[in-house]
């Protein structure tokens, strides 16, 4: 018996029910593991065969006779090498979140999740039934458990294996990010490791799939719980970690371990990642974007330039009567420096015709937030036609701290295909902004220094309607995302009517958030599956 095993890391970006362009990725990654790294065994994420979440296609049989074709042509495609991979079984009337061993051309051993999570962005609960204990499967005399994703953050099931002998256990993510995740998914591990006093490798699926972002951060960690090897984030890679065996202890030899990212680089390539994915796995041509001048708008104008590219990217600024001429300089300046296509239209045609058809039913009203309204809807109607006709998404451009308390106009600003900061409060923008110029400067510097305003009467600005937002956020992120109470946010310091004020906007706002275009998840709660609140209500 060989003293040494190699294990490949196949951090994979799948495709949501792509099941046959995932398994031949699975097979050609089996096969470059097997022939060009020498790897013993590979090891895929958490159900990528169907990309993670599958949600309703779960619900549909087709999937699961597809599937086991998949299984088949990766157990008889992948002679050689031990394949793990993650899939969906259904077995009668029960489906199982599954993880499959398949070696020379059968199917080794297979085992089910016990643990589903059913809270934050997850409801596995509403299609799985929950798996029994597991047993452990050989590999050159070495016993190895599998613990998919969850199994991993209760002690039980690592346990259950280390009890049937086993000296490694590998566990499957799909595992979204959010802010330090991955110093929490380590945390976790160590925790396991000091229980059991043996190795984990940690693979985790990477890619953008709707709001979620997977980052893959795969990593390793010995049986003393130091971390001997950790993947880049967000890329694609398979990355092989050797095992020697001791004793009979298996030792892992310590490897490449990439440092965490800085917060702010770190969410930038998120939303990049998240913007890139979107586009190219729903088949646009590219992306049309408002641009104001403004700071939200030309960071989300930087993000789509690094995420698809230049040539595929249009930014179109829409001067009304209120707009300040340096808006306009300032949106031409983003787009020449970044290269990309720039269009100047003028809403002030569009909007007075829409104001002498309405002149009749708005006989004896007041000028008030219709006509600021009016002037958001004429964007949107512009930036959607331009949509239709060219085939590219419009990327909107409103921040989690509009759409919380509702500083934003449905079918107007809101209009478009995917928000893409629509989790990123103010505050955290410009953090962002000031990321990105440190690389090379796209954003003016007078866009980050203006106050911010959405130029739809005489003299606006946002904190004409809006707390501070240096105020504003912190409440925000105590009210929607720790769920705290009017009294302990006042307790922490804020003046009541101010938190009053603020918590009366959110709650009144949900009938527009729920309308609102999906977006990238980068916090522990974002507005979307994070967050169900009803709209109609009484609390």
């Not at 994703?149 to 959010?178: H, M, Y």
């Not at 890679?237 to 892992?252: A, E």
């Not at 104008?301 to 306009?328: E, H, N």
């Not at 009017?486 to 309308?515: F, H, P, S, T």
Request: charged share 25%; glycine share 6%; hydrophobic share 40%.
């Amino acid at each position: 018996m060989e003293n040494k095993i190699r294990i490949a890391m196949a951090q994979k970006n799948f495709l949501v029910g792509d099941i046959e362009g995932n398994r031949d990725k699975i097979i050609a990654s089996s096969i470059n593991a097997r022939d060009i790294l020498k790897a013993d065994i590979v090891v895929f994420p958490e159900l990528a065969l169907t990309g993670y979440p599958p949600e309703d296609l779960l619900l549909r049989s087709e999937l699961f006779m597809r599937v086991e074709s998949a299984l088949s042509m990766i157990k008889k495609g992948t002679i050689g090498i031990d394949v793990i991979t993650g899939h969906p079984r259904k077995s009668e009337n029960s489906i199982f979140n599954s993880a499959t061993v398949t070696r020379d051309g059968e199917i080794l051993y297979t085992c089910d999740k016990e643990y589903l999570p059913n809270y934050s962005i997850f409801d596995e609960m509403r299609y799985f039934k929950p798996g029994e204990k597991k047993n452990i499967f050989k590999f050159k005399g070495v016993s190895i458990g599998i613990a998919i994703c969850e199994d991993a953050w209760f002690p039980g099931p690592v346990i259950n294996a280390r009890e049937k002998g086993a000296q490694l256990i590998i566990t499957i993510n799909a595992s979204p990010f959010n802010v330090n995740k991955n110093a929490e998914r380590i945390s976790v591990l160590r925790k396991r490791i000091a229980e059991n006093r043996i190795p984990m490798v940690y693979v985790n699926m990477v890619g953008g799939q709707d709001e979620l972002i997977f980052d893959g951060n795969s990593f390793a960690i010995d049986e003393n719980g130091n971390l001997v090897q950790c993947s880049p984030p967000y890329i694609e890679g398979i990355f092989p970690i050797d095992f020697v065996i001791q004793n009979s202890i298996l030792k892992p030899i310590p490897g490449e371990i990439v440092p965490p990212l800085l917060e702010e680089k770190s969410i930038y390539e998120a939303l990049v990642l998240g913007v890139k994915d979107y586009i190219n796995k729903n088949n646009f041509n590219g992306a049309v974007i408002g641009i104001s001048g403004g700071i939200d708008s030309a960071l989300t104008l930087a993000i789509a330039v690094d995420a698809i590219g230049k040539a595929r990217v249009q930014a179109v600024s829409m001067p009304s009567r209120y707009t300040a001429d340096i808006s306009i300089e300032d949106a031409r300046t983003e787009a020449e420096i970044l290269g990309v296509e720039f269009t100047l239209i003028s809403i002030e045609e569009t909007f007075k015709a829409f104001i002498n058809s309405l002149a009749h039913e708005f006989k004896n009203f007041k000028t008030d937030t219709t006509e600021e309204n009016l002037q958001a809807r004429c964007r949107g109607v512009i930036l959607m036609a331009i949509s239709n006709k060219k085939g590219k998404i419009v990327l909107t451009t409103g921040n989690k701290s509009e759409m919380a308390v509702g500083y934003a106009t449905l079918y107007g600003d809101m209009a478009g295909g995917f928000s893409v900061i629509k989790d990123v409060p103010k505050t955290l923008v410009y953090r962002l902004a000031k990321y990105r110029n440190s690389i090379s400067p796209v954003i003016p510097e007078r866009v980050i220094k203006r106050p911010p305003s959405a130029e739809l009467a005489p003299g606006q600005k946002d904190d004409d309607s809006l707390p501070p937002y240096e105020i504003l956020d912190p409440i925000l992120e105590m009210y929607i995302e720790e769920d705290k109470c009017i009294r302990e946010i006042v307790k922490a310091g804020y003046d009541r009517n101010v938190v009053e004020k603020v918590v009366r906007m959110i709650l009144r706002n949900e009938y527009k958030r729920r309308q609102s275009p999906p977006g990238v998840r980068i916090t522990r709660r974002a507005f979307g599956k994070d967050r169900r609140y009803p709209i109609t209500s009484g609390f």
